[in-house]
């Protein structure tokens, strides 16, 4: 099996105007899936996207509380680690964390850092 990380925006208007996300990772045979992620300081993100393939420098955190955090990491070789952790949450039958890693080789960060950017200005999904 592959793995895989997709996040999609959603829009619950009638409940919030601010966006959540759902999250469905197949990592190493286990899969993962939320579709009520709120991200914190989502007005930062893509600043802080742009900012990171500008200089290839620093780390992005997309903190989604204890049920998904995403790092991402700028390396020294030009490429990114997508660092991400997730917990599930009460409804499963005990608990389950998944810790893992997606590295992207410098030729391929642009690119992703782009469809991060993308998710979080116009909505695209983001498929790894």
């Not at 959603?10 to 409940?15: A, G, I, S, Y």
């Not at 802080?48 to 991402?72: P, Y």
């Not at 642009?110 to 695209?124: E, M, P, S, V, Y």
Request: glycine share 8%; aromatic share 10%.
């Amino acid at each position: 099996m592959k793995n895989t990380l997709q996040i999609r925006s959603e829009h619950w208007p009638d409940v919030t105007a601010t966006p959540h996300f759902a999250v469905v990772l197949n990592y190493e045979g286990l899969t993962y899936e939320c579709n009520d992620i709120y991200f914190d300081n989502l007005s930062d993100i893509v600043p802080e996207l742009q900012e990171q393939e500008r200089t290839r420098k620093g780390q992005v955190v997309l903190d989604g509380g204890f049920r998904f955090q995403m790092i991402v990491h700028a390396r020294s070789s030009g490429g990114i680690d997508l660092n991400f952790r997730t917990e599930s949450d009460a409804t499963f039958p005990g608990k389950c964390v998944i810790e893992g890693c997606f590295s992207v080789d410098g030729e391929h960060a642009a690119n992703t850092i782009g469809a991060l950017t993308r998710l979080f200005d116009d909505g695209d999904d983001f498929v790894l």
